[in-house]
C-alpha cells in the first residue's frame, strides 16, 4: 500500500540499580531472538548502548534508537526497573511508546534470578500518570521471551498508525452539501490529534481539474482503468474525464501535501459536482482508496480520518459507507435464517454510490448513479463503481469529533454475508452480532453520522487501543455489547 509507513520499533531495556543488570542483558536478548525466529528481523532494532538504569543512561539511550530511525519505542523492564528514568525514556521520546515486562523463568533461579517486573510494571503505570505520558500496555504486559515478541508484533500495527498520524494532512474541498450537518464536526480535536487540514473550494479544485483538460497522461490513465474494468466497462466515454479528475487529485496531492508525508481527501460530490464536472467522482475515489489515499464522499473529514486510520492498521484498501438499509425480510428467511446463526437485527445493507475499490468487490461495472439521476440528465450522473461487497470478515468503525469538541469513537466486528443484495451501488449484506443493539444504544445515542469506515478483516483490538492511545476515554469507546452487558441507555425492562 502506498501512502503509509513502515516502522521501526527500538528495543530498551532497563533494570534497576539494585537487580543484577544481567537479567535485564540477557532477557532482551531472548526477546530479541524470540522476535527474530518469528517475525521480520527489520521491524526492531535492539539498543546495545546501554541498560537504562538512570537519567544520564536514559539519554544515551534515547540519542541511539534516534540515530537508528526507529519510528517507536519498547521500553522492555527486563527486570523491577527506574521508574523515574524508563518514563522519563518514554516522555522524551518522539514517537509511540509499548511497555512490557519479563516473567520469571523458572523455580530454580527464584533467589539471585528473580526480577520483580510483574511488581514494576505497576510503578512504571503509575509513573507515566504522574507525568501525562500516553504508553501502550498490552492487555496483559509480563511474559516470556516468546510471548513479549508477540506483544510487540501486535504492537506494529498500533505504532504504524500514530506514527502515519502525526504526518498526515487532510486535503477538503468544498463545505458538506446542504442537508448533510451529520458529516460537519469541528475540526479541533484534528489539531490535537496532530493532523494537518487544508480547506479548499470546490472552485479551486474545478479550476485545476479544467488546467487538466489534455493531460498528455490521460490516455496511461484510460488503459489502465479499461485493464481494472474488464468486461464492467460499460461507460467507456466518461473514462478520459475520469483520468483528467484522477490526475488532478494526485498532482493536487503533491502540490500541497507540503511537509507532510501522507495524505487523506475528503471530496465534493454533489450536488453542483456532477452538473460542472460532467461526471460523479466514485470511481476515482475508489482507485485511490485502494492505492492507500483514502478519499471521503460528501466532505467528511473524520471519515476520511478514520479511513487512513484504517488503512494504516490493516495494510490494506478500506471503504467508507452509509449504514444504509434493513434487509427485507423475504432475504432474511430465504437466504440468512436457514444457514446463519443471526437475528434478523443482526442484519443491514452498508451502501455508497461507488466508491468501494475493485479489490472489494465480488464483480463490479462501471455505472450510473440512480439516486442523483432522478433528478438530473444521466449523463452526468456517470462515474460510479457498482457491485455487491466481497464476502468475508469485515471491522465497521469510526472515530469522531463532537459538537462540542470531545473524542468519541466505535469498532464493532462483524462479517459481509455471501448473499446476493439484488440492489445498486457498492453493496453488501452485513451481519454484526447484536447490531440492533448497537444501532440503537451507541450510533444514535452517540450522535454518529451515517458514515463508517469499514476494514476488511478483524481488526478491533487494534483500533480499540489507537483510540485509547490517541486520548479517547475507555467509556467513549463503543462496541457491540454481548447480550446480558447492557449499554448506560439500555433499558433493563424492555
Not at 1 to 24: H, T, Y
Not at 35 to 40: S, T
Not at 217 to 224: E, F, L, Q
Request: net charge negative; hydrophobic share 40%; aromatic share 10%.
Amino acid at each position: 500500500m502506498q501512502n503509509i509507513p513502515s516502522v521501526k520499533v527500538g528495543i530498551v531495556a532497563v533494570s534497576r540499580d539494585c537487580f543484577p543488570e544481567s537479567l535485564s542483558v540477557n532477557r532482551r536478548k531472548a526477546l530479541v531472538k524470540a522476535y527474530e525466529e518469528k517475525y521480520n528481523a527489520s521491524d526492531i532494532y535492539e539498543c546495545p548502548v546501554c541498560i537504562v538504569e538512570s537519567e544520564i543512561h536514559m539519554v544515551q539511550a534515547l540519542e541511539d534508537v534516534k540515530k537508528a530511525g526507529c519510528d517507536a519505542l519498547v521500553v522492555y523492564l527486563g527486570n523491577f526497573g527506574p521508574e523515574i528514568s524508563e518514563t522519563l525514556l518514554a516522555k522524551h521520546f518522539d514517537g509511540p511508546v509499548m511497555f512490557v515486562a519479563a516473567s520469571e523463568e523458572s523455580g530454580d533461579s527464584l533467589t539471585q534470578g528473580r526480577g520483580d517486573a510483574y511488581c514494576g510494571m505497576l510503578n512504571a503505570s503509575y509513573n507515566l500518570k504522574l507525568r501525562n505520558v500516553r504508553a501502550y500496555i498490552p492487555e496483559y504486559p509480563v511474559g516470556t521471551a516468546k510471548e513479549c515478541a508477540d506483544m510487540i508484533h501486535e504492537f506494529l500495527p498500533i505504532a504504524r498508525t500514530l506514527v502515519a498520524l502525526s504526518s498526515l494532512k487532510i486535503i477538503s474541498f468544498g463545505p458538506r452539501p446542504l442537508n448533510f450537518l451529520a458529516c460537519n464536526a469541528p475540526i479541533k480535536q484534528l489539531y490535537n490529534l496532530g493532523v494537518e487540514i487544508e480547506e479548499n473550494s470546490e472552485l479551486d479544485l474545478f479550476e485545476s481539474f479544467n488546467k487538466h483538460a489534455g493531460d498528455p497522461r490521460i490516455p496511461d490513465v484510460v488503459k489502465d482503468m479499461e485493464a481494472e474494468l474488464g468486461e464492467g466497462n460499460q461507460k467507456p466515454q466518461i473514462l478520459s474525464k475520469l483520468a483528467q479528475y484522477e490526475l488532478t487529485l494526485l498532482d493536487w496531492i503533491e502540490a500541497h501535501k507540503g511537509y507532510r508525508k501522507y495524505v487523506a481527501i475528503a471530496g465534493k460530490c454533489w450536488p453542483a459536482f456532477q452538473t460542472q464536472f460532467g461526471f460523479v467522482p466514485c470511481y476515482v475515489n475508489s482507485r485511490l482508496t485502494g492505492r492507500g489515499i483514502p478519499v471521503s464522499c460528501e466532505v467528511d473529514i473524520y471519515g476520511a480520518l478514520s479511513e487512513f486510520i484504517g488503512t494504516c492498521v490493516s495494510e490494506d484498501a478500506v471503504t467508507l459507507l452509509d449504514i444504509n438499509n434493513t434487509v427485507p425480510e423475504d432475504i432474511y428467511n430465504e437466504e440468512i435464517a436457514p444457514k446463519y446463526s443471526y437475528t434478523h437485527q443482526d442484519t443491514f445493507m452498508g451502501f455508497h454510490c461507488g466508491n468501494t475499490t475493485s479489490k472489494k468487490l465480488s464483480s463490479c461495472a462501471m455505472k450510473y448513479q440512480l439516486i442523483m439521476a432522478r433528478n438530473l440528465p444521466e449523463e452526468v450522473t456517470q462515474g460510479t463503481l457498482e457491485g455487491d461487497i466481497m464476502p468475508g470478515d469485515i471491522t465497521f468503525f469510526r472515530l469522531q469529533s463532537t459538537a462540542d469538541c470531545k473524542l468519541r469513537a466505535y469498532v464493532a466486528q462483524g462479517e459481509v454475508l455471501p448473499v446476493a443484495t439484488r440492489s445498486f451501488g457498492g453493496i453488501g449484506i452485513f451481519a454484526i452480532p447484536e447490531m440492533g443493539r448497537f444501532y440503537r444504544h451507541v450510533l444514535i445515542e452517540g450522535n454518529y453520522p451515517h458514515h463508517g469506515a469499514v476494514a476488511f478483516g478483524h481488526y478491533g483490538k487494534a483500533l480499540f487501543e489507537v483510540f485509547k492511545y490517541l486520548g479517547v476515554e475507555p467509556g467513549e469507546i463503543g462496541f457491540n455489547q454481548p447480550k446480558g452487558m447492557l449499554y448506560k441507555t439500555e433499558n433493563p425492562f424492555a
